[in-house]
Every structure is written in structure tokens, then in C-alpha cells.
């Protein structure tokens, strides 16, 4: 069955370091790969996504992934956190042409301090 | 500015009652969705509509309903309400089904059934 997993529920870091939300992944054939980034009391925005080609995919506000099918993982980085980047974020899912397909993550909220 | 619109924004409903959320888009999508959003469970799919004319189920249907007369709107009813969809509802669309193209997603309902 299809599933992802975001280990991590709370992730505290400060502004101007690294960030890497880990995303773990079950599907058995290729998936397709998202991540959202959701502000307090806003819906979601789409980050990036990863369908095919270059495992390393470069999105919105400086963030990028990176698909590791060893690994069934798409792990979201950006190499300096500011503080509006503070929210929560969602990995998911899904399958092409299969609109009941898209799986959530439960998130992960980040926060970032000064 | 094109988007999708969410109404009400909140409502406190009484057990029992009927509710309908609403959801209009202006942007001619031809694919929409309804998700809840529940702590520690990230979204979840309800209904879906590939295109006008068609709906289909998704992971949590049971309670709701929904319609797809027109490209624009997809209103999600609860014939009878329970408590245990005190959720956040987000409604959302894609130009075509799958998410092969990115999926924009309103601000929001949050339910609270007493």
C-alpha cells in the first residue's frame, strides 16, 4: 500500500542554518514526489515536485529535493532557514493519472528562531 | 486575483444538522478536491472530480458528499453532522487530474461540531 512517513513532527533550528525534513516513501512502481509548504491559517503552496529525470529538483523560496530510490526517500533542504520559512510542511505521494492516489505525510512543523 | 475561494472561513454546527462547505475556482480547472486536515493525520482525501459531471471517492467518503455541476464549483455536504468531522476542510484544484500540474489550494473551513 502506498504510504509516507515525515519522522520528524517538530524541528527547531535557527535562522541562518541548514535544514534537511526527512520524507520516507512505500509505493511499488516509480512515484511521483511532493513537497508542500503550509503557513499558519493558510492552505498549501506546492514547493517542488518530482516526477521523473533529475533525482535532485530545485524549487520555490530556495528549497530543493532530493529522490534516493535506494532509499525510498525525498528529503527537502535549504541551506539557510530564514524566519518566514517557519510553517509546516508536507511530503506526498502520488501516482500518475490517479487522482485518488495522492498520500499525505502527517508534516512537519518547523520554527525558527532569531 | 484567480484562485479558489472557500466558504464559510469557520462555522460551529450542532450534531445532526446539515452543512454544506463551499469551493469556486476561476481558474478553469478541470480537476478538484476535498481534503480534511486533522492533527497528527496531515490530509486526507474525501471526494474527488477529474472534470465537470464526474465524482469519485477518496480515502475518508463516509459522511460526505459532493457535486460537480459546473467547472467552477464543488460544494461538500454533511448530510448529518457528527462530531468526528471537526476538521479542517481545504478544498483544491488542478488543471488536469493526477497532479501532473500543481494543485492550488483554498485557505480553508474549519468545522467544529458540537
Known amino acids: 500500500a502506498q504510504s509516507v512517513t515525515q519522522p520528524d513532527i517538530h524541528i527547531t533550528v535557527s535562522e541562518g542554518a541548514s535544514l534537511e525534513l526527512r520524507c520516507n516513501y512505500s509505493y511499488g512502481a516509480t512515484p511521483y514526489l511532493f513537497w508542500y509548504v503550509q503557513s499558519p491559517g493558510q492552505g498549501l503552496q506546492l514547493l517542488l515536485k518530482?516526477?521523473?529525470?533529475?533525482?535532485l529538483v530545485q524549487g520555490i523560496k530556495g528549497f530543493e529535493a532530493e529522490f534516493k530510490r535506494s532509499q525510498s526517500s525525498f528529503n527537502l533542504r535549504k541551506p539557510s532557514v530564514h524566519w518566514s520559512d517557519a510553517a509546516e510542511y508536507f511530503c506526498?505521494?502520488?501516482?500518475?493519472?490517479?487522482?485518488?492516489?495522492?498520500?499525505f505525510g502527517t508534516g512537519t512543523r518547523l520554527q525558527v528562531f532569531p | 486575483i484567480a484562485g479558489i475561494t472557500q466558504a464559510p472561513t469557520s462555522q460551529i454546527l450542532a450534531a445532526g444538522r446539515r452543512m454544506t462547505l463551499r469551493c469556486t475556482q476561476d481558474?478553469?480547472?478541470?480537476?478538484m478536491y476535498w481534503y480534511r486536515q486533522d492533527l497528527g493525520l496531515g490530509l486526507r482525501l474525501i471526494h474527488y472530480?477529474?472534470?465537470?459531471?464526474?465524482?469519485g471517492k477518496g480515502e475518508v467518503p463516509d459522511g460526505y458528499s459532493v457535486s460537480r455541476a459546473n467547472t467552477d464549483d464543488f460544494p461538500l455536504t454533511l448530510a448529518s453532522a457528527v462530531p468526528s468531522q471537526t476538521s479542517v476542510y481545504f478544498c483544491a484544484s488542478s488543471d488536469q487530474p493526477g497532479y501532473e500540474t500543481e494543485a492550488f489550494f483554498g485557505q480553508g473551513t474549519r468545522l467544529t461540531v458540537v
Open positions: 481558474m478553469r480547472h478541470n480537476a
Open positions: 506526498a505521494v502520488g501516482a500518475q493519472g490517479r487522482t485518488d492516489k495522492l498520500i
Open positions: 518530482y516526477f521523473s529525470g533529475d533525482t
Open positions: 472530480s477529474n472534470t465537470a459531471g464526474t465524482t
